[in-house]
């Protein structure tokens, strides 16, 4: 948010139509609703060349011996004048279209600073930082029970844990730390910090146990140092811009062989079991990478390229649940398996960045976080309740609350605004107008 004021030039046009002669020109002019030197606004009038007294606002007086004029299309006369005042904070941000979504400031147009609309951005903040609540919930029982199993010597029991599949989430963690990072969103990095040493220490556990080789382990300690220094050191500023560069490549073409291939294997067997789609990807991303940073391509080609990595995150994780829900088809009495308590947390985890994401107008992030909290989250929840794994109570309560706080949410973002409804929010969050 910006609390600088710019000076508001105001322009009275007067026609020279209505203008006999020089003589017929009023010697004073004053402009009517400025504000005063110590911000009050004032009604003001013209006053005649005989007043003595001058109006409490600013004035803006025009003598007659020193006011030009010259014809301006259709001989109009513009007169310019300006009014400084600091009575109200004008918010400047920019709304971004899809590839845009990684610009610090997400809002273009203007908005009135109020009481109501800072309460708000201060509100959706702290929501986004609750998320790590749910989160950390859902990471914690693995971590407690690979403990459990390492202290007891029972190694094998970590073999379940599927480490490749974990690997493409922390990728997708790194991708949005770099995201938010660059976008200065504090609550969410730190929710993508913690996802990455959480992941990491499921890591360490599966090296320990044997279930992850070592070598891979090193990698993965490797990509984990090196990308939680780098976003920070550019948090802060104290990166160079060419290395910063060097790992959004890294992220762009990491995150864009993995994506194609976790979709690929998601319907094996009944697709051929192949790794050509990761690939391809992978010869593909590197190409785009290389020509951007080439000027091969063109302005919009090269903001394309730059907005990938945010993008197959959010992909990645978006695609969890379609994975989650075809399993659950071709095995239905794997749904016993699923605790609810999780998908309850992965629903509130999500949802709790809900608001903030409309109220910043990031596109990407309210697709990512509205698609995780309703069809991961919540789509589990009725999976498990179509299969009569929970009670109906359970699913009631948790299809009205993610309803009345969509609903909440639309609604206030819509208030804070000024708008009239709900959809006008939405409607500039996904066109960027």
């Not at 993965?220 to 790992?247: D, E, K």
Request: net charge positive; with cysteine.
């Amino acid at each position: 948010m910006e609390g600088a004021i710019s000076p508001l030039s105001l322009s009275l046009s007067l026609s020279l139509s209505q203008i006999k002669s020089k003589k017929s020109m009023a010697k004073c002019l004053v402009v009517p609703y400025c504000c005063s030197s110590t911000g009050t606004r004032s009604r003001t009038r013209s006053s005649g060349s005989g007043s003595t007294s001058k109006p409490p606002g600013l004035q803006v007086q025009l003598q007659h011996h020193h006011l030009k004029y010259s014809l301006i299309q259709q001989n109009s006369l513009s007169v310019s004048a300006q009014c400084y005042y600091n009575t109200h904070t004008l918010l400047r941000r920019r709304i971004l279209c899809a590839l845009d979504s990684d610009v610090p400031h997400p809002l273009h147009h203007q908005v009135q600073s109020n009481k109501s609309f800072e309460q708000w951005d201060s509100w959706t903040a702290k929501f986004s930082g609750a998320s790590n609540i749910p989160f950390l919930l859902l990471q914690m029982p693995q971590i407690i029970l690979n403990a459990q199993n390492l202290l007891a010597g029972n190694k094998a029991a970590l073999l379940a844990v599927p480490w490749l599949g974990m690997f493409t989430g922390l990728l997708g963690n790194l991708s949005l730390l770099s995201y938010f990072a660059k976008k200065r969103e504090k609550e969410a990095i730190v929710v993508q910090t913690l996802g990455v040493i959480s992941l990491y220490a499921v890591f360490a556990q599966l090296s320990m146990a044997e279930a992850m080789p070592l070598p891979y382990f090193v990698i993965t300690s490797v990509v984990v140092a090196t990308g939680l220094v780098l976003n920070f050191l550019n948090y802060f500023g104290l990166l160079n811009a060419g290395i910063w560069r060097f790992w959004e490549d890294f992220i762009t073409v990491g995150g864009l062989s993995v994506l194609p291939q976790i979709m690929w294997s998601t319907f094996v067997p009944y697709i051929p079991n192949s790794i050509l789609p990761g690939v391809f990807a992978f010869l593909v991303a590197l190409v785009a990478v290389i020509m951007a940073r080439l000027g091969k391509l063109s302005a919009k080609g090269i903001k394309f390229v730059g907005a990938i990595s945010g993008w197959t995150a959010t992909l990645l994780f978006m695609w969890m649940p379609i994975s989650q829900m075809w399993t659950n088809f071709l095995n239905p009495d794997n749904i016993k398996g699923l605790s609810a308590f999780s998908m309850l947390l992965a629903m509130i985890g999500n949802g709790l960045m809900i608001p903030r994401a409309l109220f910043i107008r990031d596109f990407m992030w309210f697709t990512g976080s509205t698609w995780a909290s309703l069809f991961y989250g919540y789509g589990n929840i009725v999976c498990l309740y179509w299969f009569n794994s929970i009670s109906k109570e359970f699913f009631l309560a948790a299809t009205a609350g993610l309803i009345l706080w969509i609903g909440m949410a639309l609604w206030r973002d819509a208030d804070v605004y000024g708008y009239n409804s709900p959809f006008t929010s939405l409607k500039e969050l996904v066109s960027g107008s």
